[in-house]
């Protein structure tokens, strides 16, 4: 499934600057635990000016410390407050830093007097058990995987045993080349260099043909059946659908059912033909019984079995159980 793939891909965070309080810019606190706030915001009720009282902390502010900008520590915020073109400024900062405690002590006392809702199932909602113990889940990740293993098996027989499908296999594809008006199709032989294995599953197929948008299975659920195989000395992924077919046509398993009718269709991407020299790729026995097993469990801790209702994927699973008789 998309949701599942992406979450298995590294992402790059840029590394995140330590937080400091917006307020003094110490960055040993955050400022609704800044202990110059209520002090200063009293002295400017009293219509006077922090800094002229000789123990406020702009009269000894920390030094900035050796990488440290130049603004924005509380060296130069002290010293810019201290300036009267600044008076106005550093009274609005304090007003605010004044409200935010406020507010986060009115949270905290309120937080203490709430009385405590049940707690539920995040899954089913049930108020008797809690998500990891939940047998409503349990239960769907075992029809899910049991399904899941019955469409690999599919698979495999199909693109593997059937057409030796795999790295390094030689494929005939068709694509159309040279200008719009004077466009013509021709034939390449190219060699295959990837198959995404390790994410295809029973979503390959979600019945686009027969379901409109409003019952279809949502994007993030689907799991596209990527080739990829250099052609004409580029590496491209290949379309998997016939040539010239609606991106709704299935491509159909050894008996004629329908194996997956969800790839990466695009214009200008090369049309698999038939295999010119097969390739043996074996996968293992886990890969087909296991049924994705993790890939599941990550769905469904993910998602609540309302959701994955309104998304489509119990229907699907439904339809695919009465088709082959798994039930």
Known sequence: MRAFNQSQKPSEHRRRAKSSCSYCRSDEHQVIECPHVKADWALFQAFTVPCSVADNWTNAPASRVAGQSHWGNQHST??????????????????????????????????????????????????HHNRRACPSMDALNERLIRANAHWRQRF???????????????????????????????????????????EVNMFSYVESATRNWSNRLDYKFQSPVVIKAVVDGTETEVNLAPF????????????GRPLVDVFPQSWGRPNFKNVVSPTEQPLSQEWIGGGQKECVQFVTKKYSLESLRKNNVVSLLENYEKRYNLC
């Not at 057409?163 to 594809?173: Q, R, T, Y």
């Not at 080349?177 to 199709?185: D, F, P, R, T, Y």
């Not at 046509?249 to 008996?255: A, I, K, L, V």
């Open 156 to 198: 495999y027989n199909r693109m593997v045993s059937d057409l030796g499908l795999g790295n390094g296999a030689l494929i005939k594809v068709v694509k159309n080349v040279g200008s719009w008006q004077s466009a013509k199709l021709a034939e390449y032989v190219g060699i295959v260099t990837s198959i995404n294995f390790d």
């Open 244 to 255: 010239g077919q609606s991106n709704n046509t299935p491509f159909n398993d050894e008996h």
């Open 78 to 127: 002290a010293q810019w407050y201290k300036n009267p073109t600044g008076w106005s400024k550093w009274y609005a900062e304090c007003e605010k830093a004044h409200d935010k405690i406020l507010r986060a002590e009115k949270r905290q006392a309120n937080a203490k007097n709430k009385v405590r809702r049940v707690s539920k199932c995040g899954f089913c909602g049930s108020a």
